[in-house]
């Protein structure tokens, strides 16, 4: 696969995490990842989702806290990615959530080291870049 094409695909695959997004229902989101996957946190705390279910319940408290806050969709830009052989690739983003005005809430980067299944691309593991 050409670095374009990889650009491609991932931006593809984000923008596919941004409808999801906007359901904010975790199961959505959780189609999203594999299972198991790791999470670490902007503070150095890892979070180990074992199973489809784990990551739907985790998404739901986030999704939940987040439409507490205001937010009412979100955007990526930022997009950087790098192959890692033929079946995985790690993306970089800059997410920033939105109010119902489009007005920036918040904004962070992370990455995501994503695997290539039989369909499509599934996240193995992501990392939220410390301020």
């Not at 990615?81 to 790690?90: C, D, L, V």
């Amino acid at each position: 696969m050409t670095d374009k094409a990889l650009q491609a695909e991932a931006s593809a695959f984000f923008d596919a995490f941004v409808a999801a997004f906007r359901s904010f229902d975790g199961n959505t989101v959780a189609q999203r990842y594999a299972a198991p996957c790791l999470a670490l946190d902007a503070q150095g705390a890892p979070r180990l989702l074992l199973t489809q279910a784990d990551t739907a319940c985790y998404f739901q408290t986030v999704l939940d806290g987040y439409l507490a806050q205001g937010c009412r969709s979100c955007r990526y830009c930022e997009l950087e990615t790098h192959h890692i052989g033929r079946q995985s690739a790690t993306c970089t983003v800059t997410w920033e959530l939105l109010d119902q005005q489009g007005e920036v809430l918040t904004r962070w980067r992370e990455s995501y080291h994503l695997m290539r299944t039989d369909k499509e691309w599934r996240i193995f593991a992501s990392v939220d870049h410390a301020p």
